[in-house]
């Protein structure tokens, strides 16, 4: 059976982008590349965000690997890196980063948006959001 490749997974405290992924996930093969990059934004639910500080469990970085190998199981004309960040993150960081490239947009779209639902999903990460009212809440990544 065909599986897609993964080139890069990772959990980090750094900054992350898809601009420094994509050109390790595109070859010549490739007519699309797909991006996504989950920013903090400045509101959640109506409140105010003030910034945003992410953990995770020592297992994460398994995690999102065995992620990204089952998406590439079900998407095997793609390529695809991911990587989330974890540390304290302010308004505009980008704490999830993940570029998906194949021949065809479709597949890369397809394989995208499972990857993205399947991290938040199954990626033992929790966000402390820090609401602009001085209030606080964790809220866990796998829902």
Sequence with gaps: ???????TTGV???PIS????EPEVLTDTCGAAVSFSGV?????EGRGVSRLHYESHPLA???IAE?????????????????HRVGDLEIGDVALAAVVASAHRQDSFRACSELIDEVKARV??????????GTDEWVGALE
């Design 124 to 133: 033992a990460i929790w966000k402390h959001q820090h609401f602009s009212d």
């Design 67 to 83: 992620v990204a190998a089952d998406v590439a199981v079900r998407h095997p004309a793609v390529r695809l890196s991911v990587v």
């Design 1 to 7: 059976m065909s599986t897609g490749t993964v080139v």
């Design 61 to 63: 970085s398994t995690q």
């Design 12 to 14: 980090v405290e750094t």
């Design 18 to 21: 898809t601009q420094e992924l």
């Design 40 to 44: 903090i934004r400045d509101h959640d």
